[in-house]
C-alpha cells in the first residue's frame, strides 16, 4: 500500500504531474520575460502563461467538421503524456530520477519526440491549409534537429560508459569540464532542444505571418492548453538534461536551478539575435552541418575511447 501511495505521490505531485507542469509555465515565463527583455519590451507578468493555460482549459474545444475526432482530442494528451513520462527518468531539481533502468536516455529521448509527432499528425488531421503547410514542415524539421539532438546526448553517454540517465549526470558531476571536451555536441544539443521547442530561429513551423499558428491553427481550448503545456514541460526537461550531461551534472536544487536558467538565458540570446531560418535552411544547412558535426565528434570519441584515452 505504501508503495502504491509513493508511485502515485510521484506521478501526480513529484517530481511529475504538478510539480512539473507548474515548473513547465515558470521557465516559459522566464524565457518570454528574458527574449522581451533583450528586445526593449517589458514582457509578460509572472502569472501570464498560468491565466492563459487556464483560461484555454476552461475554453470550449471546437473541434473541425471532417477530422478524426479521436485523434484530434487524443494527440494533445499523448504529447503531454509523453513529456511527463520522460520526466520520471531525469534528475529534475537535481534530485535522483523517479524511476530508472539500463538505456532510459534512448526511451526519454524518444518520448520527447511525441509532441513533434503529435503536432505532426494533429496538423495533417484537419482540412486547414494552413496546419497541413505547417505540419508539413514540423516533420520536416523533425529530421533535421532530431539526429543531432540524440547524438549530443549520446555523446557523454558514451564517455560514460552508460545509456541511464542517472549514470551520465553522476559521471558528469565528477568531470565538470564535459562542455570543454565536447564543445560542438553542446551547441548542437542546444539549438536541437531549441528545434524541438519550435523556438526561433527555427519557428517556420508555426510563423505567424506566414501561416498563422501553423500545424495548430485549428485548435482551441482544452487541446489547444494541453499542447502548450506539453512544449512547457519540455522545456523543462530538455534543460535538465544539457545541464545533466554538460554543465557538471545536477544534484542538488540550487545547482539545477542556476545551470537550468543559465542555458535558458543563452537560449533566450539565441532567440532574441537570430533570424528566422526558412525550411530549406533548416533542412539543409542544419542537417548539413549539425549532423555531420555531432557525428564527426561521436566517431572521435569511440576512437579515443577505444584507444584507452581517459576523457
Known sequence: MDVVIRDLAVLLFFPGGLFLLASGLAYQWADRK??????????????????????????????????????????????????????LYVPILGLGPAYRFPGDLIVVVYLLSLLTIGLGLAGSNVASYFARIGATRTLTQLFSYEAPFLLALLGPALVAGTWQIAGVNDFAAARPLMLLTQPIGFVVGLFGLMGKLELA????????????????????????????LARAVELVIGLTLMAAFYLGGVSDPLGWLVKTLALLLVVAVAQSVLVRLRIDQTVGSWWRYGALLALAQFLILIVLKSAGVNL
Open 34 to 87: 528574458l527574449v522581451a527583455r533583450l528586445q526593449n519590451r517589458v514582457g509578460p507578468r509572472w502569472f501570464q502563461p498560468l491565466a492563459d493555460v487556464l483560461k484555454l482549459l476552461a475554453k470550449e474545444e471546437v473541434v473541425p467538421a471532417g477530422v478524426n475526432r479521436f485523434l484530434f482530442v487524443a494527440l494533445p494528451v499523448i504529447a503531454l503524456a509523453g513529456a511527463l513520462t520522460a520526466a
Open 201 to 228: 530561429p527555427f519557428d517556420a513551423p508555426e510563423a505567424e505571418t506566414e501561416i498563422v499558428a501553423g500545424a495548430l491553427t485549428e485548435y482551441s481550448g482544452r487541446g489547444l492548453g494541453i499542447f502548450q
